[in-house]
């Protein structure tokens, strides 16, 4: 088994799903993907359809195509210079027998520009309509709220009722508390709000371990900013997460987790992630996919 089947096949367990689940999804025949997670590319048929199944998979494994493509690059089959001569040969001869494919594509253009100067033309001329309409008030420009006077009624306006502006009430003076003994000012204490402080303990390979102090559980809240990211949640290491999707850009998600949590990214670096409302330094998550494992400890004191 090669590194790059190694690598898909392991993302493909840890969220649980089959070879028949990757099939459904990227209608790739399951003999195709066990040639690809058993390293044996020369079954595929062809180096272009090679690379493309391989970036299908990934992205059903919640992988970055283009990072296990740049990756693995020296795993990859190379396009032999054959092959790209042939399908240049092809396109030529596709060319030549349909000569007016050209002529087709500028009719279809200049169809779309005709119908455009034509909603232009009825756009100016229904503005320039709505101006002409409009009637000018003899007397130049009136007194908001007046009323307009009739000829037969120039010599007996009728006044327009004047409406109260509202007062905004003075808001009550505040007090300062006084003690009964000397009158002196009480000096009000804030109260102390527990901190959260998220705290990096070590690394494992693909496993980053963190303490957060502050707090009785676990709040975590990710947000989708990049590309689309795979997630997974649970209380405890585990490879079957109870709650788990995919985020699209802009989307986030809110989880709620006892003393323990255990995460999964599959693409860190297209989310953000902050834990009781405090950051987690994503940049930092170098594997793809990267799993998180935080406990919580006592609460920070001054």
């Known amino acids: 088994m090669s590194e790059l089947g190694q690598v898909l096949k392991e993302a493909r367990e840890e969220k649980g799903i089959t070879l028949d689940d990757i099939q459904r999804i990227t209608k790739i025949q399951r003999r195709y993907l066990e040639a690809i997670e058993r390293g044996h590319l020369h079954v595929l048929p062809g180096h272009f359809y ?68 034509i909603i232009g033309v009825i756009y100016v001329a229904a503005v320039n309509s709505d101006g002409f309409s409009t009637q000018p008030v003899p007397g130049g420009n009136l007194n908001p709220g007046a009323e307009v006077v009739g000829p037969g009624q120039a010599g007996n306006p009728t006044p327009v009722p004047q409406v109260p502006q509202a007062q905004t009430p003075n808001p009550p003076a505040v007090t300062p508390e006084t003690t009964p003994d000397n ?24 496993l980053y371990k963190y303490t957060l102090t502050g707090g009785d559980k676990i709040k975590v809240k990710i947000k989708a900013v990049g590309e689309n990211c795979w997630y997974g949640a649970a209380e405890a290491k585990t490879t079957k997460f109870p709650k788990q999707g995919t985020l699209t850009k802009d989307q986030e998600v809110e989880i709620e987790l006892g003393k323990t949590a255990y995460i999964r ?35 920070v004191t001054e």
């Not at 210079?81 to 007016?100: D, F, G, M």
């Not at 002196?184 to 070590?202: D, G, I, K, R, W």
């Open 265 to 299: 990214l599959g693409k860190p670096g297209a989310v953000q992630v902050t834990v009781n409302g405090t950051a987690l330094d994503t940049s930092k998550l170098k594997f793809m996919p990267s799993n998180v494992s935080i406990t919580l400890g006592q609460p």
């Open 50 to 117: 090679a690379r493309a199944f391989i970036k299908s998979y990934a992205e059903a494994v919640g992988l970055d195509p283009n990072h296990i493509m740049s990756h693995f690059q020296s795993d990859l089959p190379a396009q032999p210079p054959q092959e790209q001569l042939e399908r240049l040969r092809r396109r030529r001869v596709a060319t030549t027998s349909n000569p007016l494919q050209a002529g087709k594509w500028v009719t279809k253009t200049l169809l779309v520009l005709f119908v455009g100067l």
């Open 183 to 206: 009158g002196s000012t009480a000096p009000v204490v804030p109260e102390e709000v527990p901190q959260s402080v998220l705290t990096f303990e070590s690394q494992q390979g693909s």
